[in-house]
């Protein structure tokens, strides 16, 4: 999850709300919790009644996409295709069916570290009741996962599964999906100056306005801040950012700790099984689908074919904290040099 800075120095960045004096200008915030995660968004609004309908508009899409991709939902879109794909071709809606080519494209990028078929043997942990499949269990799961065998027919939009027990979850990139859509939701309104985010994933929009005391309007990046994966409340990294999107995928989101190891929701779809070698991996792209994504792609992946994935993408960066605390980024944060250890904040 990220944490947002007003100022390098800060630890924290906590949205204020801010009161509208005579002039209608000014932020607008609004906040709830929807796919089980916060979902904030904070825009600047020249009118303050059509600044809170772009935030509705904003919530709004967020609850559609929920309804449409959570797989607990018995009446979503993702459950259906999960109850009858294994049987026959499923027909998809447009929406779905781009993102089922997209996930397919990332499985091909990251030689199957993303793969959201990794959801049969997802399903067998429970995060709260602190529960892991038996080894025989995973083994059974890990047989029904395999990106290759999804098979999509993007011309008929329809979905089937090529093995038995197989299942899906688009988990991997659904925030992002729903940030970008939200995105798109405020330009379409003319909202030229935002934040918005869903729990780890987050876009900027524009500069970061404040008046200051003399009551001019002054511009500046957002800074975001990458939290610490072991030491609450603190930070170890702040980035400065215009009209781009940020993933963080750490191991410290839902997890239980199961003697020496941490058993936490990203998951290799390799062995089923939490990797340990990175603590959290953060990605910054031009969309919220490619940051979410990758960060859990390279999480995966580990600091070196991680790095060296994002360092062969144009437009995509990385912080890695892997399970040593040692921060390690990409070239392109490290004005062009080899990707290495950084100093923490």
């Not at 009209?243 to 750490?250: A, F, I, L, P, W």
């Not at 960060?295 to 912080?319: C, I, P, T, W």
């Amino acid at each position: 999850m990220l944490l947002a800075a007003t100022q390098p120095a800060q630890m924290r960045f906590d949205f204020a709300r801010r009161t509208f004096g005579r002039s209608t200008a000014g932020w607008v915030v609004r906040e709830e919790a929807i796919m089980g995660t916060a979902i904030r968004v904070e825009l600047w609004a020249e009118d303050r009644r059509q600044g809170e309908a772009a935030a509705a508009a904003v919530m709004d899409e967020m609850h559609r996409i929920d309804r449409t991709y959570s797989p607990h939902k018995a009446g979503s879109e993702l459950s259906r295709i999960n109850r009858e794909a294994g049987t026959r071709a499923v027909p998809l809606s447009e929406e779905t069916c781009g993102l089922v080519e997209r996930a397919l494209a990332f499985s091909r990028l990251t030689d199957g570290a993303f793969d959201i078929s990794y959801a049969a043997a997802g399903r067998l942990y429970d995060y709260r009741q602190r529960q892991r499949p038996t080894a025989e269990a995973l083994a059974a799961a890990r047989a029904a996962v395999g990106w290759q065998h999804l098979l999509l027919d993007s011309t008929a939009r329809t979905l089937r599964f090529g093995r038995e027990g197989m299942c899906i979850d688009l988990g991997g990139f659904a925030k992002g999906h729903a940030v970008d859509r939200a995105a798109a939701a405020l330009r379409q309104r003319g909202v030229q100056h935002a934040y918005v985010a869903a729990g780890g994933d987050s876009r900027v929009i524009g500069s970061r306005r404040d008046t200051n005391a003399q009551g001019v309007t002054e511009q500046r990046p957002w800074t975001v801040a990458i939290r610490d994966p072991r030491r609450a409340g603190e930070v170890v990294a702040v980035l400065p950012l215009e009209d781009c999107s940020v993933s963080t995928s750490g191991d410290y989101e839902r997890y239980f700790d199961d003697g020496a190891e941490r058993v936490h929701h990203l998951l290799d779809p390799a062995t089923g099984r939490s990797p340990q070698h990175v603590h959290s991996v953060t990605v910054i792209s031009a969309d919220g689908l490619t940051s979410e994504a990758l960060s859990k792609a390279v999480f995966v992946m580990g600091v070196e074919r991680g790095l060296a994935l994002v360092n062969s993408l144009q437009g995509v960066d990385a912080v890695v904290v892997d399970a040593s605390g040692a921060l390690h980024a990409s070239a392109g944060l490290l004005h062009g040099g080899p990707a290495a250890p950084v100093t923490r904040q």
